[in-house]
């Protein structure tokens, strides 16, 4: 079992910028393809962005494409989202997770992964 532990959420105008933690348990992190996705009030979850086990390979979603990053410190076992020139629109819960199984490269869809963290808020001030 894996538990996922997201912080660094908050609020912060236009145009600031947050990082987002994800820790987890487990000695397996390291073989984990990780993602982030959120979900704004009223709407459905949505993808954000994806990194593979080794970090080499990342993929994101088109709004945010350019202004967020995904790393990982495996030796951490966290898993971070860098966000930069942030909008009132990226108001929204952020959850990781975590995909244990082999097959998909850049897993975009809820049920691509195992496991999830319960989120952190972040707002976005205009």
């Known amino acids: 079992q894996v538990q996922l532990v997201e912080s660094g959420g908050g609020l912060v105008q236009a145009g600031g910028s947050l990082r987002l933690s994800c820790a987890a348990s487990?000695?397996?992190?390291?073989?984990?393809?990780m993602g982030w996705f959120r979900q704004a009030p009223g709407k459905e979850r949505e993808f954000v962005a994806t990194?593979?086990?080794?970090?080499?390979?990342?993929y994101y979603a088109d709004s945010v494409k350019g202004r967020f990053t995904i790393s990982r410190d495996n030796a951490k076992n966290t898993v971070y989202l860098q966000m930069n020139s942030l909008k009132p629109e990226d108001t929204a819960v952020y959850s990781c997770?975590?995909?244990?199984?082999?097959?998909?490269?850049?897993?975009?869809?809820?049920?691509?992964?195992?496991?999830w963290g319960q989120g952190t808020q972040v707002t976005v001030s205009s």
């Open positions: 997770a975590a995909r244990s199984r082999v097959g998909s490269y850049y897993p975009r869809a809820e049920y691509e992964y195992d496991y």
């Open positions: 487990g000695r397996t992190f390291s073989s984990y393809t």
């Open positions: 990194i593979r086990w080794s970090g080499g390979g990342t």
